[in-house]
T-cell receptor, first 114, second 110 residues
Framework: DGGITQSPKYLFRKEGQNVTLSCEQN?????MYWYRQDPGQGLRLIYY???????QKGDIAEGYSVSREKKESFPLTVTSAQKNPTAFYLC?????????????FGQGTRLTVV | GEDVEQSLFLSVREGDSSVINCTYT??????LYWYKQEPGAGLQLLTY?????DMKQDQRLTVLLNKKDKHLSLRIADTQSGDSAIYFC??????????FGGGTRLMVKP
């Protein structure tokens, strides 16, 4: 079945450590997005990519990095420079240029700093 | 920049209708969406409306769009306990960018 998969579901990070969150989609979608959600809050855009080998900063990119080497994959690295990384991270993808556009979301990764 | 706003909380009794409201600022929005988020899960698309429509009905869901006032609403008829969740409205503007509201937590009381 087609879909978008995030892994792991839960992730624990020690202070000063970099961690990478995986996002894979087999929907042949062009555009992929990473959002951060804090408790009781909406979604804030971290990074997005409209095409392979290209990505743009969102509203809260500091302390994060991404790559888009393959259309299917858009991993997010939370670096040690991100001072408050504990949050719920959501990945989404959209079929670009299609009239009936729908953003598909993964099930999220909950990151906790220990 | 673009801004999407929603009230934080709504409480209704089972069987009543729920109306969740949203305002947005980007007049170039092409599509507007309603997503549902259950605890610990991702967002699930409930329905969407194209910006040149003013109403869309899908079973228990009715979406109303007032483009002049940039106001979007979601009405859920015969609200059930399974409808308890956070509801996000979102607008799609230029470049496939989605801007989300802060979410409305719907609580359904027996």
């Amino acid at each position: 079945d087609g879909g978008i998969t995030q892994s792991p579901k839960y992730l624990f990070r020690k202070e000063g450590q970099n961690v990478t969150l995986s996002c894979e989609q087999n929907l042949n979608h062009d555009a992929m997005y990473w959002y951060r959600q804090d408790p009781g809050q909406g979604l804030r855009l971290i990074y997005y990519s409209q095409i392979v080998n290209d990505f743009q900063k969102g509203d809260i990119a500091e302390g994060y990095s991404v790559s888009r080497e393959k259309k299917e994959s858009f991993p997010l690295t939370v670096t040690s420079a991100q001072k408050n990384p504990t949050a719920f991270y959501l990945c989404a993808s959209i079929l670009k240029g299609h009239q009936n556009t729908e953003a598909f979301f993964g099930q999220g990764t909950r990151l906790t700093v220990v | 920049g673009e801004d999407v706003e929603q009230s934080l909380f709504l409480s209704v009794r089972e069987g009543d209708s729920s109306v969740i409201n949203c305002t947005y600022t980007d007049s170039s929005s092409t599509y507007l969406y309603w997503y549902k988020q259950e605890p610990g899960a991702g967002l699930q698309l409930l329905t969407y409306i194209f910006s040149n429509m003013d109403m869309k009905q899908d079973q228990r869901l009715t979406v109303l769009l007032n483009k002049k006032d940039k106001h979007l609403s979601l009405r859920i008829a015969d609200t059930q306990s399974g409808d308890s969740a956070i509801y996000f409205c979102a607008e799609k503007g230029a470049g496939n960018m989605l801007t989300f509201g802060g979410g409305t937590r719907l609580m359904v009381k027996p």
